[in-house]
Every structure is written in C-alpha cells, then in structure tokens.
C-alpha cells in the first residue's frame, strides 16, 4: 500500500511533469526504496511528530500546488473527482516526506549506527581536511571564497544594482526622502558613493567603493561562521556542505555584489547569529565580556538596515527569555544595542528632516484582503462600506479590484493615501473586520494566496529570480550626479556567468536551495525535532530566523528570495547547532 501511494504521489507527479516515466524516475524510485530500507529500523519511526510534520509538509504541497495553478484551493474542493484525487495525493506526499524525514532525524538522535559512525564524523581526516578547518579555519574558507568569486567580481565590476536600492538612492539624491527606506543604511550608501567620487573621481570606483566593501564583508563574515563551525565541532560533512555553499551559491554571489539595503542586512544578520553562537561556545571563559559588548555593537546593525530589525531584535530576546534564561547577559546586551540603534536611526531622521514612513507600508496583508473582496464580491459593498474605503483608496473601487495581483500587494498599497488620517484609517480596519466576518473564506484565501510560496518547495522565487545581473544603464542617472556603467563592455562572459548560475537553480537537488518553501520547511523541522532531543530549550537559537519568515508573511511579495537571505545564509549555522550530541541538554540543565 505504502509504495503504490509513493508512486502515485511521487512518480505520477514527475511522470506527468516529465511527460513520461523515463529512466531518472526509476532511478529516483530506486533510491528512495533504498533510504527507506536503510532508516526502516530507527527507533523514531514511531515518533508522533514525524507524522504530524510529515501532514503539514504534505498539507503545504498540496494547496501550494493548488494556488500555484489556479490561484485558489478550488483544485481541491471543485468537484469530488478534485477532492478524491487531493486526498490521494495528500496520502501520498505525507507517506513520502514522512520516510524523507527518517533519515535525518534518525540522525538527528543518533539511532542510525551507520550514520553516526561515518557521516556525523567529527574527526579532520587527511590534509585538506586538516588545513580547511583546523590550522586555518579562517583564512583558507576565506582564500576559497574570494577565488570562487573573482569571475564574478571581474565580469561586473563595478557591482550591480537592484532597482529598490535605486528609488531608495534617487529619494534621498532628489530631497523627496522619507523613512520608507531605513535612514541610517540610506546615509551610509550614499555617503560611501560620494565619498568614493571624492577619492578617485570616478564612478565606477565610487560604486565599487560600496559593492567591493560589502563583498569584501561577506566573505569575512562567511569565513568567521566557518570559524564558529569548527568551535561547534560540527560534523565534517557540513562544514564541507557550508564551505561549498557560501563559496558557490550563486545567490550570495550575485546579491552579495548588489547594492541593496537586504543584501548588507543577511550579512550582519548572519554575523550577529555566528556572535551569538561563538559566545555560546566559548562558555565563561577569558574574553567573553568583550565578545559579550561586541555582540551589543554589532546588534545594532540588523537595526541600521532594515526598518523591522528592532521587532526581529525584540522577537529573538523575547523568545531567549521564555525558553533559556542561562544567557540573560547576551538577551540583554542585544535588547540594548537595538534600542541604541533605533535611537541613532531617529536622531539622524531628525536631523535630516526624514519624515516617517506610511502606514500603508504594514498593510500589505489587510489591504490584500480588501482587494480580493472586492474582486469577489463588489456587488456586496454596501454604500457605508463604500464610504470608509473610498476615504482611503485614492482610486475607484474597480479599479483597487482590477490593480490586485494576488502574490505582490504593491499595486495595491500604492492605490491608498499615503498618510491617511487616523479617523479614515480607523473606518477603514473596521469595515475590514466587518467584510471579513460575512466572507472569512476570501481573507484566508488572499492570505495563503500572498504567503503560500513561502512553504511549498516547488514554487520558484518571484519577480527577482536568483539575483541581480545588472546594473540599470537605462535609469536617469543624470539627475543624481553618478553613472555607472559595466567596465567589461563585451557582455558574453556575463551572460554565461548568468547562463551558469541559472543552469545551477535547476539541478536536481541543488534547486531545493533556491526554494524559499524548502528552507522553511528544513527550518520547521529542525524545530520540530530539537526537543525530542532532550533540548527543547535550545529552541531559542532559531528565534532570528523564525522572526524574518515571520515578516515575510506580512511582506508585499510572495516566495521572494530577497526576503529569505537572511534565514538562508544561516542553513549551515543552524544545521550545525542541531547537530551537537555532546552537548545535547546541557543547555536545558543549566538555568
């Protein structure tokens, strides 16, 4: 029963993407009979929560199969042929994701003897290994990721530019600056750009000042997280996995070139958890008050470059607090240096006579919810109702419900005034909440609609794709005193660069990294099965990345990848940390 539930969730599902069974469905079938015979004695078969992880993984396929196709769950109650064959394939994704995840969370407790005496060897065996990652943990990652990078550093030199961080330099340039765009990271992008046109009077060189810094820094912070494996004493196949990673995902390699606020933020982000988890490491010893200050100095800085850094701040220390007090010090050290950060950010708004940001800017879900209800119901807005959203649409009703986009709510949001009044505002969330209660089935489908590539693994990344390859020759340039331009004018390597890294993003396996559902869905998992370890306390070390898939469900774009850096640049990291059987409870124990 189990197989042919497997086949038909599994290899149906490739068959009819393949248009054909072909030797790779056998040969994937293959496989996979093979790892479930190998983890079919493990102990945690039987655990619950395998089950229960295993539905919702399989819950989140099917509808996400569902709103990617026709933009609703209509294909699974439709008709009740649909509702058969949704069931079907429920039981099936459920059967397989459940034997998927035996392997490693077999691992994980350490049940599998196989795997624990040869793929979680902590031991460097031979001379690479030894050199990697014991004599020079920091500066040969560091030499591996600057050589794998240079055929990107030559071919786009200067660097590239997103087109955000082009309205959010043109704002500011032109006087029209508000805080929609965080004040201090504002300053420093366009500080660093004059400061270069000073030095070199050049461009490029100016662009390059900021792009080459910000590259330069990834690789420090990447190497020093290799550095922090090591002091985990993560097993050796991950801190292979990591060195490749950072090295050759195309994504860091692209975005960490790009001129973007979310670029510099995953690289502090993931600098503040690789501090987080080193002064953890390192214990009581000698040092660590230093560590302890540098940790507040450097939580200042998710704060700098991203307006919602404070909250995520907040989130992290909270989250500390409730489930390991042992390190109220570091709580409390990150709690200071974010409110630090939010106080010079206010100063220097104050100073620069920035205005705060619109509130239409935290509405991207309610006012998403509004959009569809008028596209599914018009005909029911009654003449009140029309009177509140009118007062905030700066636009007819129809065309609020023409401009909807079901996966970016920007269309939208652009529709509303700018800063309504608090009386307009008030009327506006309370029809809302009146609209929702006759048609809640249109609000949850707007939301799962906006939010639902955010945990379905075979929905590609939206809009931006797997990075930024230019540099916007055609933008107006002229009125901001700086014109970049690519210094290679032959755009062939370029192109093959690009060629590659998408060639990359479809490989089997090697694309699940590009999915924004994938590594929720690793996340999710690492923890459901942490506690299970004897280590539910430990929870807390996974706090910053459920706090930025937080944000991303209110975000105003689905499934973009932009948003998920963060938590991707922390995979190896958080990898790692569930794997510490040495250590597994030690946490827990001591309060």
């Known amino acids: 029963m189990g197989i042919s539930v497997l086949a038909q969730a599994f290899l149906g599902t490739y068959a009819l993407a393949e248009d054909g069974w072909g030797i790779a469905g056998l040969f994937i079938f293959t496989g996979l009979t093979v790892m479930f ?39 699974l109650v439709g008709t ?38 040869r793929i979680l060897r902590r031991d460097c065996r031979g001379r690479v290994e030894e050199i990697l990652f014991e004599r020079h943990p920091f500066l040969v990652p560091l030499a591996v990721m600057f050589l794998c990078s240079l055929p990107v550093l030559i071919s786009f030199f200067p660097g590239t530019l997103e087109a955000d961080a082009y309205r959010q330099l043109a704002n500011m340039r032109s006087g029209d600056w508000d805080a929609h765009y965080p004040v201090m990271a504002s300053l420093f992008m366009d500080q660093v750009l004059r400061l270069g046109q000073l030095l070199f009077r050049n461009d490029n060189l100016a662009f390059f000042l900021y792009t080459g810094t910000q590259y330069f820094l990834q690789w420090l912070v990447f190497a020093y997280t290799m550095t922090v494996l090591g002091r985990m004493r993560t097993p050796v196949v991950i801190r292979w996995g990591a060195l490749v990673y950072f ?17 510099m933020f995953y690289i502090v982000f993931l600098l503040f958890v690789s501090l987080f988890a080193d002064i953890i490491m390192r214990g009581a010893g000698s040092g660590t008050g230093r560590l302890v200050a540098a940790f507040g100095v450097v939580s200042m800085l998710p704060v700098f470059f991203r307006n919602n850094g404070l909250h995520l ?41 920035v205005e705060g940001g619109s509130v239409r800017e935290m509405l991207s879900v309610p006012l998403q919810q509004t959009a569809r209800y008028l596209t599914e119901h018009y005909d029911e807005v009654t003449p009140k109702e029309r009177k509140a959203l009118e007062g905030i649409f700066e636009v007819e009703l129809q065309e609020v419900a023409a401009l909807y986009q079901p ?8 529709c509303v005034a700018y800063r309504p009044d608090r009386e307009v505002l008030a009327a506006y969330l309370q029809v809302w909440g009146q609209q929702f209660l006759k048609h809640p089935d249109t609000y949850v489908q707007a939301f799962l609609n906006h939010t639902y590539g955010y945990f379905y693994p075979d929905r590609e990344c939206f809009w931006e794709g797997i990075g930024v390859y230019g540099i916007g020759e055609s933008w107006p340039w002229d009125g901001m005193d700086l014109n970049p331009w690519f210094v290679l004018e032959n ?48 929870l807390f070390f996974f706090a910053p990345c459920v706090g930025c898939v937080l944000i991303c ?30 250590t597994a409870g030690e946490i827990d124990k001591a309060d």
């Open 247 to 263: 090295s050759m995902f195309s994504v860091f390699q692209m975005y960490g070139y790009t001129m973007v606020k979310d670029s």
């Open 407 to 414: 996966e970016i709510s920007d269309p939208v949001k652009d």
């Open 37 to 75: 015979g190998q983890v079919k004695k493990c102990g945690i078969r039987k655990d619950r929560r395998l089950t229960l992880l295993a539905v919702f993984f399989g819950v989140c396929t099917v509808v996400g199969r569902s709103y990617e196709a026709v933009g609703s769950w209509n294909m």
């Open 313 to 353: 701040i907040i989130f992290t220390a909270a989250a500390g607090f409730l489930l390991c007090r042992k390190y109220k010090m570091l709580y409390a050290a990150m709690l200071c240096g974010a409110f630090a950060g939010a106080l010079i950010n206010g100063g220097a708004a104050k100073l620069c006579g």
């Open 491 to 538: 755009g062939w390597m370029r192109e093959q660069i690009r060629q590659v890294h998408l060639w990359m993003s479809h490989l089997p396996v090697v694309s699940s990294l590009y999915s924004c559902g994938m590594h929720n869905f690793v996340l999710i998992g690492m923890c459901a099965f942490l506690p299970g370890s004897g280590r539910r306390r430990e």
């Open 80 to 117: 009740p042929v649909l509702v058969c064959e949704a069931i079907a394939d429920l039981l099936g994704f459920c059967f397989l994701y459940r034997g998927v995840l035996l392997l490693p969370a077999g691992l994980l407790q350490g049940e599998c003897a196989a795997g624990k005496s």
């Open 553 to 582: 469900l209110i975000s105003p774009v689905n499934a973009l990848i932009r948003y998920m850096l963060p938590v991707m640049a922390c995979l190896p990291l958080n990898l790692a940390w569930c794997f510490m059987p040495e």
